[in-house]
């Protein structure tokens, strides 16, 4: 009776190693598919100068498309392919990886003790670009404190607030974007510089070229939306608030208050 038992184990652990071996032979990446996108985020056909898949299949074949780590790939493959920015991965099993990328764009810079850094709108270092139109939003920074400035990886700041702040002035400048302003004429709408700073109330700090003033209160909270409220407010055909003697402020709730003069 142990003896027959112990059969029915062994062969339940052969069944089982077999069935390992057998998906795991199975349940690995064969290629490696690329989809591209626009800066609106809508698919485009490959470009030109597209990345090639089959060298990025290559470096990824026969690994277990199970454990593959969808977060370290893509922080290779930014690294590799610094032009472009892996900002999803998509597993189709049993053997199939589909990649999406967006060509990397500067939409900001700011000066550091080792010169100009430009971050596009994830918040990654970018290139140097060919035509230098974007925002400086040094002014947003109490520090320039950067501990990681490599191009294909995320801007690191030395301190946690300086790494908020990045974020909130990307946002801003992707609301603005939301608006029908294109990145490279920012600088005409918003200004070239000085635009963007915080208070002591770590509320977020506006001045377009036009003058006058935006605060947004509380900007980790719905940031985009209530700004774009507030550029409503601001270029309203009614009013005229683009002077320093008005003050647009933002509060959590949505509401946006304009002191009369």
Not at 55 to 79: C, D, P, Q
Not at 129 to 147: G, H, L, R
Request: net charge negative; with cysteine; hydrophobic share 45%.
């Amino acid at each position: 009776m142990k003896s027959k038992k112990l059969l029915i184990s062994l062969m339940v652990v052969a069944v089982v190693i077999v069935l390992i071996v057998v998906l795991a032979a199975v349940l690995t990446v064969k290629e490696v598919r690329i989809v591209y996108h626009g800066f609106d985020g809508k698919q485009i056909a490959a470009p030109d100068d597209g990345l090639a898949p089959d060298a990025i299949t290559a470096a990824y074949k026969g690994k277990s498309i199970v454990f593959l780590s969808k977060n370290n790939m893509m922080a290779e493959l930014n690294v590799t392919y610094p032009e472009w920015h892996a900002f999803t991965i998509v597993k189709h099993f049993p053997n199939v990886v589909e990649v999406h990328f967006v060509r990397r764009a500067a939409v900001a810079k700011f000066s550091s003790a080792d010169g100009p850094i430009y971050v596009d709108c994830f918040g990654f270092v970018t290139e140097v670009p060919s035509e230098d139109n974007v925002i400086d939003i040094s002014s947003a920074f109490q520090t320039i404190d950067v501990s990681d400035k490599t191009v294909g990886k995320e801007l690191k700041f030395e301190s946690e607030e300086s790494n908020k702040r990045l974020d909130y002035v990307l946002d801003a400048i992707l609301a603005t974007w939301q608006c029908y302003v294109e990145i490279p004429d920012m600088e005409q709408i918003l200004g070239a510089k000085d635009v963007f700073g915080f208070d002591s109330d770590g509320s977020l700090v506006i001045r377009p070229k036009l003058h006058g003033k935006i605060v947004v209160q509380s900007p980790d909270v719905d940031l985009s939306t209530r700004l774009i409220k507030a550029f409503g407010v601001y270029y309203n055909g009614h009013f005229d608030l683009q002077n320093d003697d008005y003050t647009i402020t933002v509060y959590k709730n949505g509401r946006i208050t304009t002191p009369s003069k």
